[in-house]
């Protein structure tokens, strides 16, 4: 399986930035088209945003305009750059293929918490 590690979450305030790293397991990974999402206890798993191998996006609603997804794909790495963040955003994020598997493998995920 496609092996991610997430990180760069923290704790900001309201209108803050976090930018986010998904470091991938391999040479595999500029193949896949990839994604963020995220989880508040007690709710399923949130599509946020994907970016396809060569590098087209798109993202829900709720963050168009704020965050921007990004790959390094000689650095087998994804990034997620959170701007304007809302109490709302906040969540564990978590990045894996776009679609998922059937059986996804997930990470440890970064906490994100946005809160004044």
């Known amino acids: 399986q496609l092996q991610v590690v997430e990180s760069g979450g923290g704790l900001v305030q309201p209108g803050g930035s976090l930018r986010l790293s998904c470091a991938g397991s391999?040479?595999?990974?500029?193949?896949?088209?990839m994604g963020w999402y995220r989880q508040t206890p007690g709710k399923q798993r949130e599509w946020v945003a994907a970016?396809?191998?060569?590098?087209?996006?798109k993202y829900v609603d709720s963050v168009k305009g704020r965050f921007i997804i990004s790959r390094d794909n000689a650095k087998n790495t994804m990034y997620l750059q959170m701007n304007s963040l809302k109490p709302e955003d906040t969540a564990v994020y978590y990045c894996?293929?776009?679609?998922?598997?059937?059986?996804?493998?997930w990470g440890q995920g970064t906490q994100v918490t946005v809160s004044s």
């Open positions: 894996n293929t776009d679609p998922l598997l059937i059986t996804p493998y």
């Open positions: 391999g040479s595999i990974f500029k193949i896949y088209a």
């Open positions: 970016i396809t191998s060569g590098g087209s996006t």
